[in-house]
T-cell receptor, first 117, second 114 residues
Framework: EAGVTQSPTHLIKTRGQQATLRCSPI?????VYWYQQALGLGLQFLLWYDEGEERNRGNFPPRFSGRQFPNYSSELNVNALELEDSALYLC????????????????FGQGTRLTVV | AQTVTQSQPEMSVQEAETVTLSCTYD???????LFWYKQPPSRQMILVIRQEAYKQQNATENRFSVNFQKAAKSFSLKISDSQLGDAAMYFC???????????FGQGTTLQVKP
């Protein structure tokens, strides 16, 4: 079974441009989490989608946005890129069982390394 | 709101020795999961161990075990017989059973010395 896949692996953009990052969850998983990890630092929660809806949003400006498609894959868009947006962006997928998040760990992709120059 | 705190940015241990990584959390919920994830230099996040809040027994996975103190809201990870491959960044995480919200601590970088 394929794991969580993220594309591209690396992305280099110029300040002011837009970046689009993609995530395909494990088959059967309906929930996708996005995290930003600046170099050597912890995971900052960005966005969480479940069943096509945005469930929660971290403390990030509106230029960070995303969506989840009917097949549960997800896209993270970052507009008007700034130098400090350079980071590793991690996607994780999970699912709910019988209405509860029990015995349902989150599985991570390899991440997209975004560099803004 | 739930929070997760890891107060040790860096730790080091001698190969074959034992090390304990600390984690505290804050929540008003009674039903939740706690996890320890490992992120090696390859950057792939790997689940190390998980603990269900309603279980009093501490979880164990081979050389990895936890000390779960629910009343104190403490969840430490003990690594026994440390190996060079254990060198990584370790993250403590909290998962709400009812809402699915998943939050992480700041991480602890573990160095294993040969």
């Amino acid at each position: 079974e394929a794991g969580v896949t993220q594309s591209p692996t690396h992305l280099i953009k110029t300040r002011g441009q837009q970046a689009t990052l993609r995530c395909s969850p494990i088959s059967g998983h309906t929930s996708v989490y996005w995290y930003q990890q600046a170099l050597g630092l912890g995971l900052q929660f960005l966005l969480w989608y479940d069943e096509g809806e945005e469930r929660n949003r971290g403390n990030f400006p509106p230029r960070f946005s995303g969506r989840q498609f009917p097949n549960y894959s997800s896209e993270l868009n970052v507009n008007a890129l700034e130098l400090e947006d350079s980071a590793l962006y991690l996607c994780a997928s999970s699912y709910v069982r019988d209405g509860l998040w029990r015995n349902t760990e989150a599985f991570f992709g390899q991440g997209t390394r975004l560099t803004v120059v | 709101a739930q929070t997760v705190t890891q107060s040790q940015p860096e730790m080091s241990v001698q190969e074959a020795e034992t090390v304990t990584l600390s984690c505290t959390y804050d929540t008003s919920e009674s039903d939740y999961y706690l996890f320890w994830y490992k992120q090696p230099p390859s950057r792939q996040m790997i689940l190390v161990i998980r603990q269900e809040a309603y279980k009093q027994q501490n979880a164990t996975e081979n050389r990895f075990s936890v000390n779960f103190q629910k009343a104190a809201k403490s969840f430490s990870l003990k690594i026994s017989d440390s190996q060079l491959g254990d060198a990584a960044m370790y993250f403590c995480a909290y998962r709400s059973v009812n809402t699915g919200k998943l939050i992480f601590g700041q991480g602890t970088t573990l160095q294993v010395k040969p």
